[in-house]
């Protein structure tokens, strides 16, 4: 069985070509926008960080993989998303919490996550897909994660498909809660509409 992140991202290169639109809506320390950059080599990605040092961190890591031209790093909170990004997108991630080793205070807000998560889904081309990891154990965390399960849970059935990906036999581990814009399809030959 494969592990979150890895199955996370699994989950979204399924869904992008090399001329794809990605958006990171937690940069971190930068490794999911590294990664996804070397992928999409004709493509762009976006990243959002509130955390000035993330920039930083991401940037140098950037650098010290060669450089990309193909990538926006956005110093703002991932809700005002639409200001920046214009264009529909391919897919998405957002890694939850804090940043493992800096400041614990510094971690996604509900209310931010939810206006993010909206606005992600609406952004979404058709076949696009939104990947969001939850980490449950603490208190914000699990705020977000009864919360994201239900508008993901909310999605109308008739364009939208939601998931959830957890390990069973351990307390409050993170899991993945994914929502795509599936591509409508015949239903005798599978065929799209
Ligand atoms: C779990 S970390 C992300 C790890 C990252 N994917 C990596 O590869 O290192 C969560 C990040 O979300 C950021 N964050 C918190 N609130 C945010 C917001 N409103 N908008 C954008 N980023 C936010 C934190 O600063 C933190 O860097």
């Known amino acids: 069985m ?11 290169l399924e869904r992008m070509g090399e001329d794809g639109t990605f ?12 990664y996804f950059a070397q992928y999409l080599k004709k493509g762009h990605v976006y990243a959002f960080d509130v955390q000035e040092m993330a920039l930083e961190n991401t940037k140098k890591l950037l650098q010290d993989n060669g450089g990309f031209a193909n990538v926006t790093l956005i110093h703002d909170s991932h809700h005002r998303v639409d200001q920046y990004v214009r264009e529909p997108i391919d897919a998405g991630i957002f890694n939850l919490g804090y940043l493992p080793g800096s400041d614990k205070s510094v971690t996604t807000q509900c209310e931010t996550t939810m206006e993010a998560l909206e606005k992600a889904v609406n952004l979404l081309k058709t076949g696009g897909v939104i990947v969001v990891i939850i980490y449950p154990g603490h208190k914000e ?12 849970a909310g999605l109308d059935k008739h364009k939208y498909n939601s998931y959830k990906y957890a390990l069973l036999n351990k307390s409050n581990p993170p899991y993945i809660v994914a929502a795509e814009k599936f591509i409508p399809r015949n239903r005798y030959t599978g065929e799209p509409l």
Not at 23 to 34: A, K, R
């Open 2 to 12: 494969k592990d979150i992140l890895d199955f996370a991202k699994e989950i979204l």
């Open 141 to 152: 965390g699990s705020r977000e994660a009864e919360l994201v399960e239900q508008f993901c």
């Open 23 to 34: 958006v990171d809506f937690t940069m971190g320390n930068g490794h999911d926008t590294l």
